[in-house]
């Protein structure tokens, strides 16, 4: 059975740090592209970063440039989402999403996207 499973959401202070994973089950992370996204209460999902099966392009979002950093460990299955300098306006459920194939001009365009995590809960707030 395919899946992403998201991990390392939590509660945090302003000015904290934490990081997310996206593990893969089912599938060979390394031929796909991925992303994150996170959708805030009353709000549409937003697309946060992305990197290419490589890990030779990336992409963030203004919003979070200078403060997350995406990383990939394709030996084990796994994409990581840095996030440090955290802001009570990052406050969401973060996913992780995948599609397979090699972009050197990864998106951040949902729909570009057919596998997805169930999401990992991040609060930041004092």
């Known amino acids: 059975q395919v899946q992403l499973v998201e991990s390392g959401g939590g509660l945090v202070q302003p000015g904290g740090s934490l990081r997310l994973s996206c593990a893969a089950f089912g599938l060979r992370l390394n031929y796909y592209t991925v992303a994150w996204f996170r959708q805030a209460p009353g709000k549409e999902r937003e697309g946060v970063s992305c990197?290419?099966?490589?890990?030779?392009?990336?992409r963030y979002a203004d919003s979070v440039k200078g403060r997350f950093t995406i990383s990939r460990d394709n030996a084990k299955n796994t994409v990581y989402l840095q996030v440090d300098s955290l802001k009570p306006e990052d406050t969401a459920v973060y996913y992780c999403?995948?599609?397979?194939?090699?972009?050197?001009?990864?998106?951040?365009?949902?729909?570009?996207?057919?596998?997805w995590g169930q999401g990992t809960q991040v609060t930041v707030s004092s």
């Open positions: 999403a995948a599609s397979l194939g090699y972009r050197s001009h990864p998106t951040l365009r949902s729909s570009d996207y057919d596998k």
């Open positions: 990197i290419s099966t490589t890990a030779g392009s990336t």
